[in-house]
């Protein structure tokens, strides 16, 4: 007993850390604020009252007696922002832009060193569930809150089939606490294990991978279910987790760059009838026509393409680079005027920190703040079919928001308050990041 | 006059019978050192041009050849190949241009030249009777080799064993195999290492020169610093790949530094280099000039033109196909090269007499004089032109069958029912 108020004192303080978390009362009234709904008109002024995690009511509302009131003279309630494709909780997944530990471990039932065919499932660990392998404690949840963000549809990521990703809240006490919706979708990427790593080694090798798996999962799927109507006298058809995750996922996650992966992804998906969210889309606005004509789903990428940090200094950069390099932050924007549905992702950044500047980018290629914040809220959460608990300022959702002074995504915009199911957090005025090492 | 008609008398009944001397008549002579001459006549003896003139009489034996129709050139030098050390990429055992190890000046790549490799037939059919076979791997590959394309023995090829040594300067490469790259810093550190290494090993043939000046009991012949020796006495140049204008900027003050003669190969984009090539006289093997634009916004031409670049800089150069069977091509190198802005003659002369020159032989071979080796070409037109044909080639003087893989080819697909 004693052991285990120490530890919630020690998890009490790591949290406090950079940022001050509110005692829970019940009801919170957030009064006299300007309110961006996302899903409806803006409010120029008026309250938001949050009940048990959720929002009880939007504009007129008066304060319930016994409320806690915070008021918001002067500041913006938005809904909290939402990161469509991250690894945020997932502590021990490498991150997006390649940093991060990798699985030190092989999981266990992992296929044979050198995979020799599809047969042998190589890299498959799309039974890998995001919901199963978060961490509250995940340093990085803070950071997130920090810039705004209250929720992220996070993914294991490593392997061709990386695995299944959850809608989870960027808070809470325990890790079932925090999943919203799981699975939300399957990860997949096009790295193949490289040269004398066998099979697939090469993006056609890839392809076909994939084109396999789908083949043998529907194959599999049959199988069982014919099974399961007369299991009487038939030889069962074994149990493959490498097929459980596939058949499982209710959208596929694919990557697209340019033109022509996005050509061949869509295609791929419709092969395979699958439904599909491109993510990556640096060049998309070279091509924004394609993914309209076939009515494509993207995530962007916010991490915008960048200069290689280490490269020699005389090598002569392409002008396709050096154009993507620079117009990359127009995607959005081309998107937007093509009516493509997006929604962006942080997951490749550095730090949350690193969202404004790039949205900013974005803003001065085109995009309006409208939709700015749109497709890192209402447009995350209807690409991912949560757009009934997430995404907007509304009655009946999630009590998750951020309050800023100014707008966001603003220079100078500061983060008041973030809520998480309601808890309040707020970001202390220099957030340390990464949060210090507190207790040991 | 008695003794050389006598002279003449008794030579006659020689070359009746040698297969190395031949009276060429009414053909077109391109000398290519001067310039041709209409319905000619070329006298070879023993192998050697004897005479070109309006008439020339032959000596009595002497066969004579109508030459009606066609055209007289020197054969064609390849100056950078794998020819006769390599007949099939894929298959590992047919492959002797790369020796394990990092400094082995001491191999000679023509002791290895396969004379029997089906390779040589089909590229002399295309005019060329001399090759320049390159070793590779390591940092000091080895002597490249001049060989002449016919012999029943390596030593019957060879013209000059040791007409180049082959170094792999160090260059900073961050492209990792199989994929990824390196960091600048450290592509950089490794370069800065593998330069080290390259200089101590020079100042330890240098060492070894003194010492064996100096003699004494305790010295020891040792055969790589042996090799050395013609190196750090300038006889023998350094082949150097050196494609951008860092690569060449860093060989060139390398070897002013260690006061060595350069030959430069493959350079694909000289920059503000070509003053210094010039300046310096450094000769330059041109990589396969028909080739893809190096960097992806160069212009398409990028290639072709840059034989015209370099000429108008004054940089001396030849042609090198850089491989085995598509040494064929050498020839329609040039072609490019003249279509793109090169003088006709200048092309030519880039296949040549030039690589003649480059290589130390152009007493030897190279053009259609007096008293050089006769390796020649008779053509039935113009040799930078796709649709001629050699009708007929000699090298020492020597006829050479014109039969190759592909003809072989040919006529059995041709018979096929």
């Given at each position: 007993m004693k052991y285990r108020v120490l530890a919630l004192a020690c998890s009490a303080l790591l949290l406090s850390a950079g940022e001050t978390v509110a005692e829970v009362p019940s009801v919170i009234a957030i009064r006299g604020a300007r309110i961006v709904t996302v899903s409806?008109?803006?409010?120029?002024?008026?309250?938001?009252?949050?009940?048990?995690?959720?929002?009880?009511?939007?504009?007129?509302?008066?304060?319930?007696?016994?409320?806690?009131?915070?008021?918001?003279?002067?500041?913006?309630?938005?809904?909290?922002?939402?990161?469509?494709?991250?690894?945020?909780?997932?502590?021990?997944?490498?991150?997006?832009?390649?940093?991060?530990?990798?699985?030190?471990?092989?999981?266990?039932?992992?296929?044979?060193?050198?995979?020799?065919?599809?047969?042998?499932?190589?890299?498959?660990?799309?039974?890998?569930?995001?919901?199963?392998?978060?961490?509250?404690?995940?340093?990085?949840?803070?950071?997130?809150?920090?810039?705004?963000?209250?929720?992220?549809?996070?993914?294991?990521?490593?392997?061709?089939?990386?695995?299944?990703?959850?809608?989870?809240?960027?808070?809470?006490?325990?890790?079932?606490?925090?999943?919203?919706?799981?699975?939300?979708?399957?990860?997949?990427?096009?790295?193949?294990?490289?040269?004398?790593?066998?099979?697939?080694?090469?993006?056609?090798?890839?392809?076909?991978?994939?084109?396999?798996?789908?083949?043998?999962?529907?194959?599999?799927?049959?199988?069982?279910?014919?099974?399961?109507?007369?299991?009487?006298?038939?030889?069962?058809?074994?149990?493959?987790?490498?097929?459980?995750?596939?058949?499982?996922?209710?959208?596929?996650?694919?990557?697209?760059?340019?033109?022509?992966?996005?050509?061949?992804?869509?295609?791929?998906?419709?092969?395979?009838?699958?439904?599909?969210?491109?993510?990556?889309?640096?060049?998309?606005?070279?091509?924004?026509?394609?993914?309209?004509?076939?009515?494509?789903?993207?995530?962007?990428?916010?991490?915008?393409?960048?200069?290689?940090?280490?490269?020699?200094?005389?090598?002569?950069?392409?002008?396709?680079?050096?154009?993507?390099?620079?117009?990359?932050?127009?995607?959005?924007?081309?998107?937007?005027?093509?009516?493509?549905?997006?929604?962006?992702?942080?997951?490749?950044?550095?730090?949350?920190?690193?969202?404004?500047?790039?949205?900013?980018?974005?803003?001065?290629?085109?995009?309006?703040?409208?939709?700015?914040?749109?497709?890192?809220?209402?447009?995350?959460a209807e690409l991912y079919g949560v757009s009934d608990r997430l995404g907007s300022v509304e009655k009946g959702k999630i009590a998750n928001l951020v309050v800023t002074r100014g707008d966001l995504f603003r220079d100078k915009t500061e983060v008041k308050y973030v809520f998480v199911d309601g808890i309040k957090y707020e970001p202390a005025a220099e957030a340390p990041a990464p949060a210090p090492e507190v207790t040991r | 006059m008695k003794p050389v008609a006598l002279w003449i008398a008794a030579a006659a009944a020689l070359y009746a019978a040698s297969d190395d001397s031949f009276l060429i008549r009414g053909a077109a002579v391109y000398p290519v050192a001067a310039p041709g001459i209409e319905n000619a006549s070329l006298l070879v003896l023993d192998g050697r041009v004897a005479e070109v003139g309006a008439k020339v009489a032959a000596p009595r034996g002497v066969r004579v050849i109508d030459g009606k129709g066609l055209r007289v050139y020197p054969g064609m030098i390849d100056s950078a190949t794998e020819v006769g050390i390599s007949e099939i990429g894929a298959v590992g055992v047919t492959n002797d241009v790369r020796e394990l190890g990092d400094f082995k000046p001491q191999l000679r790549a023509g002791i290895a030249v396969n004379p029997s490799s089906e390779h040589i037939p089909v590229i002399r059919a295309n005019g060329i009777t001399a090759a320049m076979a390159i070793p590779d791997g390591g940092v000091i590959a080895g002597q490249a080799s001049l060989m002449r394309l016919d012999g029943w023995t390596w030593e019957e090829m060879a013209v000059k064993l040791d007409a180049a040594l082959h170094l792999n300067f160090p260059t900073i490469t961050t492209r990792r195999f199989p994929a990824g790259a390196a960091p600048f810093s450290e592509a950089k550190r490794d370069y800065e290492r593998r330069l080290k290494q390259l200089d101590e090993y020079l100042e330890q043939a240098r060492r070894y020169r003194t010492a064996k000046k100096a003699g004494g009991p305790d010295f020891r012949t040792d055969l790589h610093f042996e090799a050395m020796l013609p190196v750090l006495e300038g006889k023998v140049p350094l082949m150097v790949s050196a494609v951008r204008e860092r690569e060449i900027k860093a060989a060139l003050e390398w070897a002013e530094k260690q006061k060595l003669r350069l030959v430069l190969s493959e350079v694909r984009k000289p920059g503000a280099m070509l003053a210094e090539l010039k300046a310096k006289q450094i000769p330059v093997i041109l990589g396969p000039t028909q080739d893809l634009p190096l960097d992806h916004d160069d212009p398409y031409d990028a290639a072709f033109t840059l034989p015209a670049e370099l000429y108008k800089a004054g940089v001396k150069f030849a042609f090198g196909s850089f491989g085995n069977q598509f040494s064929r091509n050498l020839p329609y190198q040039a072609a490019t090269a003249v279509a793109f802005g090169l003088p006709y003659d200048e092309g030519l002369k880039s296949v040549t007499l030039y690589p003649a020159g480059i290589w130390g032989v152009s007493a030897e071979m190279g053009s259609i004089e007096k008293g050089k080796w006769a390796d020649l070409m008779v053509t039935d037109g113009d040799p930078l032109e796709v649709r001629t044909q050699v009708r007929r080639l000699f090298i020492k003087g020597k006829e050479v069958d014109l039969e190759s893989k592909h003809t072989r080819l040919y006529k059995r697909y041709l018979a096929r029912p």
């Open positions: 409806g008109p803006v409010i120029a002024r008026g309250a938001v009252i949050l009940r048990d995690g959720l929002i009880e009511a939007v504009g007129d509302a008066q304060p319930p007696p016994g409320a806690w009131i915070i008021d918001g003279e002067g500041l913006t309630v938005y809904p909290g922002l939402l990161d469509a494709l991250s690894t945020l909780g997932l502590p021990d997944t490498p991150s997006l832009n390649g940093t991060g530990r990798p699985n030190a471990t092989r999981p266990q039932g992992a296929p044979p060193a050198v995979p020799r065919g599809p047969e042998d499932r190589p890299l498959n660990t799309s039974y890998l569930r995001a919901a199963d392998e978060l961490s509250p404690t995940d340093r990085r949840l803070e950071a997130a809150r920090n810039a705004g963000f209250t929720g992220a549809v996070t993914f294991p990521t490593q392997g061709v089939f990386a695995g299944l990703g959850a809608v989870i809240d960027l808070a809470g006490k325990r890790p079932g606490q925090m999943v919203v919706q799981s699975p939300a979708g399957l990860y997949l990427t096009t790295h193949s294990g490289g040269f004398g790593s066998g099979y697939p080694s090469s993006l056609m090798g890839v392809i076909a991978y994939i084109r396999q798996i789908y083949l043998d999962a529907g194959q599999y799927k049959t199988a069982k279910a014919i099974y399961a109507a007369h299991p009487k006298g038939l030889k069962r058809p074994g149990y493959d987790k490498w097929l459980e995750g596939v058949l499982e996922a209710p959208r596929v996650l694919l990557p697209a760059r340019d033109p022509k992966e996005m050509e061949r992804m869509l295609r791929l998906g419709e092969e395979l009838n699958l439904k599909v969210l491109l993510y990556g889309l640096a060049e998309g606005f070279r091509a924004p026509e394609i993914l309209k004509n076939r009515n494509a789903q993207v995530l962007v990428n916010l991490r915008w393409p960048e200069k290689p940090r280490a490269a020699d200094p005389e090598a002569e950069e392409t002008l396709r680079d050096l154009e993507t390099r620079d117009l990359a932050p127009s995607t959005p924007a081309a998107l937007v005027k093509a009516g493509v549905k997006f929604a962006f992702y942080a997951g490749a950044l550095e730090k949350p920190s690193d969202v404004a500047p790039a949205i900013r980018r974005a803003m001065n290629a085109g995009l309006s703040h409208d939709n700015a914040v749109r497709a890192l809220t209402l447009n995350v | -």
